[in-house]
């Protein structure tokens, strides 16, 4: 797939100036295959152990400003955008000096549109997906976000940023970078009349580890983000949420995925960073949470009704 990604890539109507490769950590007979028959043109940036995908996306990053790069087109290696996309993203950015990144719209092997990005709101603690006509012009303040399936980024942008933020390691890390982006000034939007082909979920599979980084750092994502005031409240109302979920998937037998939401619990408790340290390590304590959720529940309940408060709007 990353080799018919990178082929893609060479047929763009606009071409890449530089194209660089990263291996985030792959064992060496997956190396081997990555290497064979690679074009001398292609850089490879080879990681000796698996940063996720911020870690992966933050290597290439840097191998483009060492290249003297002015944008940087992250492209996952299950994306395969039309030849016409390239030139459309580099207008815009072009037209535009405030945007720091715009995305094409993004289609799935069924046919349908997926996810152009997004709005977090910092008061409710919540996220609204959004697509690509929603996107159409640029936004920033608020609370939006640009997906990174396939982003073209302006380089300075995200230098001024320092990159993506190792700690998420994988999932939720293009919002964070976003807002993050958007304080200081940037803006974000979608160029829905070219496209780029995803298949998604090629790494993950919808695995319990995808769950697990989606709690841990969707939590991660509300402690930095959500106004202060309602913050605790916001964040009590997620974990009653996940262990309710929880308590349904260990009725379903889903076992595997309701230790991950209790452990990505756990985790964000102790202030994981990065790759996963509590994932599969717990299993008795996790266990136990994950099929008795209910009194925590309703504790947790109590909890969120204590802290609720009356949010005058910014």
């Known amino acids: 797939m990353t080799r018919d990604c990178l082929a893609t890539l060479r047929k763009s109507d606009r071409v890449c100036d530089h194209i660089v490769l990263v291996d985030n950590g792959s064992r060496p ?14 850089r490879l940036v080879q990681l000796p152990a698996n940063r996720g995908f911020a870690g992966g996306m933050n290597a290439g990053i840097a191998e483009a400003g060492r290249l003297g790069a002015d944008y940087v087109w992250i492209v996952n290696n299950d994306a395969f955008p039309e030849p016409d ?3 459309a993203l580099v207008a815009a950015l072009e037209a535009d000096a405030t945007l720091a990144a715009v995305t094409p719209l993004v289609m799935g092997i069924d046919g349908l549109e997926q996810i152009a990005g997004g709005r977090f709101w910092e008061v409710e603690g919540r996220n609204e997906f959004l697509s690509a006509v929603d996107l159409q012009y640029p936004v920033g303040l608020g609370g939006y976000w640009a997906v990174g399936t396939v982003p073209l980024f302006r380089a300075n942008a995200l230098a001024h940023a320092r990159g993506f933020d190792e700690g998420y390691f994988a999932y939720w890390e293009e919002v964070d970078l976003c807002l993050r982006l958007a304080r200081l000034g ?12 995803h298949i998604g979920q090629v790494s993950s599979n919808g695995s319990a580890i995808l769950f697990y980084f989606y709690v841990r750092n969707w939590l991660r994502l509300l402690r ?10 916001n964040t009590v109302a997620f974990v009653r949420r996940i262990l309710d979920s929880a308590g349904c998937f260990a009725l379903h037998g889903q076992h595997a995925k309701a230790r991950a939401a209790v452990e990505a619990i756990i985790a964000f408790i102790g202030r994981e960073d990065g790759p996963p340290k509590w994932f599969g390590s717990s299993p008795r304590l996790a ?8 009194q925590l529940i309703r504790g947790l309940g109590w909890l969120e ?10």
């Open 29 to 42: 007979e997956e190396q081997a295959i990555l290497r064979d028959g690679l074009a001398a043109d292609v």
């Open 85 to 87: 996309c390239l030139d």
């Open 186 to 197: 940037y803006r974000f939007r979608a160029v829905p009349e070219v496209r780029a082909l």
């Open 224 to 233: 930095r983000h959500c106004r202060p005031d309602v913050r605790n409240g």
């Open 287 to 294: 266990d136990f949470i994950a099929r008795h959720p209910w």
């Open 305 to 314: 009704r204590s802290l609720a408060r009356k949010v005058v709007p910014a």
